[in-house]
């Protein structure tokens, strides 16, 4: 028995037409009457595509969450949903990350739901499925697909992502042939899943553990492991019983309180500066308010524990046999509200209580930390009067606090016409500026700030310089690199006015970034600074554009923040042809 009316009643349980016209509907499926006796509907939400080939098993993952949901007494019904790729699709899934959101949202909100499985993977479709179970605000809980199985190549662990960009370098370099690229290419992507490395896809199911949105160690269970598909088979059953007791919802989830939770996490895993995208937009859809400040207040106040590449040597299947998640949350503890609620119905401190650690080099314990900052730092100044971040795990020590002369790029057609010109003024002290790459400038905020250093200098053994953008970079990537400047060029933020040759100043210790010109030279500029023409004029093009956000607010779209949760009034009335 049901403490509540089920939604699906509204579409099964009639004796009109509708009712009539719905269940008919479902039998040229071949189910019989059996489903349709009040047991609840729990979709899965399947971001399953062959051009996501983080989530090219998840049809797999989906029928062991149906074993769960069958054995639990419920009714499964799987649904597609965008995928978004963050490889293949172009210029860069984040353009579509907000539309995904919807899908699921318009989803969860019209068809005879009582519970949402969430199936993801790939670095968007990780939030994009948060933010729309946020809005539509029936229960909800995600399995994430896992990460790939390591690379390894001759005798050398390679990490997707992270060592591609290495290896790149060296061949740039004159280092490595084609051959052995080519080689090295067949051994870094093994086995299904997401990049094996803490990059945004392990980040953001690092944060949808953390946020209590997942079962307890979902994040890092390796993709061919038979454990994620007994996980998956887990999460249906409690889909179920979620279902059959009303909640929790993601409104009674995604507090405040898990969203500092999350943030911890976050630091203490070295995760991808993309979280913080990301989770600025979660909380927007709940309602919460997450200034940049709060980051780098936990962040200053949570040690840096993981050694994950990029920021340390080991890779997630190393993670997940240490501990995973699990084991970091514990050490956490006495930082965060242990009394958060999460999907299974239990606090964070009762999931964790009982987490061990296996590898004290992979997961540090709290006393004694790889660093005693979090890995992420929110930066200020006068050329990002609304934030810019910087991974401070994954930079160079040596470039931390750094003064240089910038040499601009004007976008990132510019930049790849002459990052290698021999005849560019350009040294390892020189500060490499990248216009044009944000939400509306590129558009969308394209993986473009971990700019190359030019060949020559590579060549020379530089391996990290200072650069700056209103662009993300993978997670995967690494070094000196200065993120999500706001407000972006594109709409006239400071970033514009920068020219070659002006001085600028990173001091990350101060958490500052200043660009060392004076406020009447600015203001000259400013005079003189023209806008370009609009990217798009019509389609999903020009609504992005009219309404996203800039990074420091989420890259959400303007009209989307908060929720407007399913209600019985919703599913009344006819709706057959």
Same mark, same amino acid.
């Given at each position: 028995?049901?403490?509540?009316?089920?939604?699906?009643? @509204?579409?099964?349980?009639?004796? !009109?037409?509708?009712?009539?016209?719905?269940?008919?509907w479902?039998?040229?499926?071949?189910?019989?009457?059996?489903?349709?006796?009040?047991?609840?509907?729990?979709?899965?939400?399947?971001?399953?595509?062959?051009?996501?080939?983080?989530?090219?098993?998840?049809?797999?993952?989906?029928?062991?969450?149906?074993?769960?949901?069958?054995?639990?007494?419920?009714? +499964?019904?799987?649904f597609?949903?965008?995928?978004?790729?963050? /490889?293949?699709?172009?210029?860069?899934?984040?353009?579509?990350?907000?539309? %995904?959101? %919807?899908?699921?949202?318009?989803?969860?909100?019209?068809?005879?739901?009582?519970?949402?499985?969430?199936?993801?993977?790939?670095?968007?479709?990780? +939030?994009? $499925?948060?933010?729309?179970?946020?809005?539509?605000?029936?229960?909800?809980?995600? /399995?994430?697909?896992?990460? $790939?199985?390591?690379?390894?190549?001759?005798?050398?662990?390679?990490?997707?992502?992270?060592?591609?960009?290495?290896?790149?370098?060296?061949?740039?370099?004159?280092?490595?042939?084609?051959?052995?690229?080519?080689?090295a290419?067949?051994?870094?992507?093994?086995?299904?899943?997401?990049?094996?490395?803490?990059?945004?896809?392990?980040? %953001?199911?690092? &944060?949808?553990?953390?946020?209590? &949105?997942?079962? =307890?160690?979902n994040?890092?269970i390796?993709?061919?492991?038979?454990?994620?598909?007994?996980?998956? *088979?887990?999460?249906?059953r #409690?889909?179920?019983?979620?279902?059959?007791?009303?909640?929790?919802?993601?409104?009674?989830?995604?507090?405040?309180?898990?969203?500092?939770?999350?943030?911890r996490?976050d630091?203490?895993?070295?995760?991808?500066?993309?979280?913080i995208?990301?989770?600025?937009?979660?909380?927007?859809?709940v309602?919460?308010?997450?200034p940049?400040?709060?980051?780098? *207040?936990?962040?200053?106040?949570?040690p840096?524990?993981?050694?994950?590449?990029?920021?340390?040597?080991?890779?997630?299947e190393?993670?997940?046999?240490?501990?995973?998640?699990?084991?970091?949350?514990?050490?956490?503890?006495?930082?965060?509200?242990? !009394?958060?609620?999460? /999907?299974?119905?239990?606090?964070?401190?009762? @999931?964790?209580?009982?987490?061990?650690?296996?590898?004290?080099?992979?997961?540090?314990?709290?006393?004694?930390?790889?660093?005693?900052?979090?890995?992420? /730092?929110?930066?200020?100044?006068?050329?990002? =009067?609304?934030?810019?971040?910087?991974?401070?795990?994954?930079?160079?020590?040596?470039?931390?606090?750094?003064?240089?002369?910038?040499?601009?790029?004007?976008?990132?057609?510019?930049?790849?016409?002459?990052?290698?010109?021999?005849?560019?003024?350009?040294?390892?002290?020189?500060?490499?500026?990248?216009?044009?790459?944000? +939400?509306?400038?590129?558009?969308? %905020?394209?993986?473009?700030?971990?700019?190359?250093?030019?060949?020559?200098?590579?060549?020379q053994?530089?391996?990290? &310089?200072?650069?700056?953008?209103?662009?993300? &970079?993978?997670?995967?990537s690494?070094?000196?690199?200065?993120?999500?400047?706001?407000p972006?060029?594109?709409?006239?933020?400071?970033?514009?006015?920068?020219?070659?040759?002006?001085?600028?100043?990173?001091?990350?210790?101060?958490?500052s970034?200043?660009?060392?010109?004076?406020? *009447?030279?600015?203001?000259?500029?400013?005079?003189?600074?023209?806008?370009?023409?609009?990217?798009?004029?019509?389609?999903?093009?020009?609504?992005?554009? !009219?309404?996203?956000?800039?990074?420091?607010?989420?890259?959400?779209?303007?009209?989307?923040?908060? #929720?407007? =949760?399913?209600?019985?009034?919703?599913?009344?009335?006819?709706?057959?042809t």
């Amino acid at each position: 028995m049901t403490a509540h009316q089920l939604r699906s009643r @509204n579409w099964f349980g009639r004796t !009109d037409l509708d009712g009539f016209v719905h269940r008919s509907w479902l039998k040229t499926e071949g189910f019989s009457d059996l489903v349709f006796d009040g047991r609840p509907v729990i979709g899965i939400a399947n971001s399953w595509s062959e051009l996501t080939n983080c989530n090219a098993h998840l049809r797999q993952v989906a029928d062991a969450v149906k074993r769960g949901v069958w054995s639990a007494g419920g009714f +499964p019904l799987e649904f597609p949903t965008i995928s978004l790729g963050e /490889v293949l699709m172009k210029p860069t899934t984040m353009l579509f990350r907000n539309l %995904m959101a %919807m899908d699921v949202e318009e989803c969860v909100r019209a068809y005879p739901l009582d519970a949402v499985v969430l199936l993801s993977g790939c670095d968007k479709t990780t +939030p994009a $499925m948060l933010m729309g179970a946020a809005s539509a605000d029936i229960p909800a809980i995600m /399995v994430t697909g896992g990460p $790939m199985l390591r690379g390894k190549w001759r005798t050398e662990e390679l990490g997707s992502g992270t060592d591609a960009w290495r290896l790149w370098a060296e061949r740039r370099a004159g280092r490595l042939s084609d051959e052995e690229l080519c080689e090295a290419e067949s051994c870094m992507s093994r086995s299904s899943g997401h990049c094996m490395v803490m990059g945004t896809a392990s980040t %953001m199911a690092s &944060m949808a553990e953390a946020l209590g &949105m997942t079962l =307890p160690g979902n994040a890092a269970i390796p993709a061919p492991d038979s454990r994620r598909l007994a996980q998956a *088979e887990l999460a249906g059953r #409690r889909a179920v019983e979620m279902a059959l007791a009303g909640g929790p919802k993601p409104s009674e989830i995604l507090t405040a309180q898990a969203l500092d939770n999350a943030i911890r996490a976050d630091m203490a895993i070295g995760g991808s500066t993309n979280a913080i995208i990301h989770l600025v937009a979660i909380a927007g859809r709940v309602g919460v308010p997450l200034p940049l400040s709060r980051f780098d *207040e936990l962040s200053r106040t949570t040690p840096f524990l993981v050694n994950l590449r990029p920021s340390g040597k080991y890779l997630m299947e190393d993670f997940f046999y240490a501990g995973g998640l699990p084991a970091v949350m514990k050490e956490l503890l006495p930082l965060l509200h242990g !009394d958060a609620l999460t /999907v299974n119905g239990r606090t964070m401190a009762q @999931n964790v209580r009982d987490a061990r650690c296996d590898n004290e080099d992979v997961i540090r314990p709290l006393g004694l930390p790889l660093a005693p900052e979090g890995g992420t /730092v929110i930066l200020s100044g006068n050329l990002c =009067p609304d934030g810019a971040v910087l991974k401070q795990s994954a930079a160079s020590p040596h470039l931390l606090v750094h003064r240089g002369r910038a040499v601009v790029f004007e976008d990132h057609a510019d930049l790849h016409r002459r990052i290698d010109d021999p005849s560019l003024a350009i040294d390892e002290t020189a500060i490499l500026v990248l216009k044009h790459v944000g +939400p509306k400038g590129a558009p969308g %905020m394209p993986e473009w700030g971990a700019a190359p250093i030019p060949a020559r200098l590579l060549k020379q053994g530089v391996k990290d &310089m200072v650069r700056i953008s209103d662009a993300r &970079m993978s997670g995967t990537s690494y070094g000196t690199v200065v993120l999500h400047v706001a407000p972006e060029s594109a709409i006239g933020g400071p970033l514009a006015l920068v020219r070659d040759g002006d001085e600028i100043e990173l001091d990350v210790p101060r958490r500052s970034l200043t660009l060392r010109v004076a406020d *009447e030279e600015l203001a000259r500029r400013r005079a003189a600074w023209r806008p370009r023409p609009p990217h798009f004029t019509r389609g999903y093009g020009r609504l992005f554009l !009219d309404h996203v956000l800039q990074a420091n607010e989420g890259c959400d779209f303007d009209y989307l923040r908060g #929720r407007t =949760p399913v209600r019985a009034e919703d599913t009344a009335g006819p709706s057959h042809t």
